[in-house]
């Protein structure tokens, strides 16, 4: 995330069973207490959004890491439209360079 809020990256996770990869973007806000939310979709390769989460979250060590949890999904069916789906879906993320705004994220579907 950079100092704007701004979310980019890659990602691995498991759903349903199957590992899958995506390149996910989205917004962030940070409430004055380290708390926050975040806005990510996520996209396959060629560029169709696949999913969209709100995660909420809470920055630790001095905002050198991160968790979140997101209890629902909306999943971009083949046709075009969404749908919610149950989830629960937690990240722990660390700061991989000191000075940098840049964190690697590690999703994990529960």
Known sequence: MDRDGNYLGERTATVGG???TATFKGTATVNSDCTGK???SFY???GNVTSTATKFLVFVDNSR???AIA???EQVLPNGTSVSV???LTTDAKKQFAG????RAKDRSK
């Open 18 to 20: 199957k590992i899958v």
């Open 44 to 46: 396959d390769q060629s």
């Open 100 to 103: 940098h705004e840049h964190m």
């Open 71 to 73: 209890t629902s999904v």
């Open 38 to 40: 975040v806005t990510i």
């Open 65 to 67: 890491g991160a968790r």
């Open 86 to 88: 149950p989830a629960v």
